[in-house]
Each structure stands twice: as C-alpha cells, then as structure tokens.
C-alpha cells in the first residue's frame, strides 16, 4: 500500500476528527469496503468540523475531486483527517483524508481517498446563514 506514491510518510492535512474500524457489513460484493461507506464516513468528519466551525448546525451541498487511492479492509483502522480551506459567507469548504492501517497490526497509516466537501451554515428553518468570523 501506498499513500499517493509515498508509503513510508504519515502526513495528513487537518485534524483527526473521527476514527472507526472497518467492519464485514460495510463490505462490497469482493470483500473490499464499500466506496459509499468512506464517502459517508468522511461527511460526518467534515460536518463535525463544519458545524465546528460555523458554531451551529450545517448542510453537505457538494463534494468533488473525491479520489480513492487504495482499497479498505475488514479490519482496518479508518482515521479521518479535516482542513478548512476556504469560508464563504455562508459556506465552508473542508479538504477530508482517510487514512488506514491494519488495526490488529498496525503499519504505517495510508492515505485511501481524499475530497473536498462543501457545507452550508442553516438556521433552525433550513435556511443559508452567515458564518461568523473566526
């Protein structure tokens, strides 16, 4: 396994927001986990760190250049890694990595997909709101 080229460097962008071991019903039907299941996945570390950031609640209203570099296994360890890279007035763009490693014999963490999801601040009716200052 490699991390974009590089297999013996840890280094993911942001903060640790979540971690979870991969588990058998999160699987494909090869045995590989599921693409959706670490789409998922990196939406609740980057919301947890857009609502953070925008001292409330918020909306996923896209994600691009999602990019899966490295299959996930039954077993692994998932950390998921926030950068907020760009506030909007009512918007915050966040750069999310996972990143694996065998959880009963831990390795060097790889990095297996990256995105940039977009959120939206809303109010309690749904509506856009703006982010407050940092």
Partial sequence: MSNGGNSSEFNPRGEQTISIVAMPSDTN???DIFGGW???QMDVAGGVAAAKRAGGRTATVAVKEMEFHKPV???DLVR???EIIKVGRTSITINIEAWADDHYKPTIPV????AIFTY????DDGKP???PEA
Avoid: C, F, N
């Avoid at 990095?111 to 990256?114: D, L």
């Avoid at 939206?120 to 109010?123: L, P, R």
């Fill in 29 to 31: 039907p090869v045995g």
């Fill in 38 to 40: 670490i789409m998922s």
């Fill in 73 to 75: 296994r039954v077993g």
């Fill in 80 to 82: 998921l890694y926030a």
């Fill in 111 to 114: 990095k297996v997909t990256e």
């Fill in 120 to 123: 939206v601040a809303i109010d």
């Fill in 129 to 131: 709101r703006p982010v």
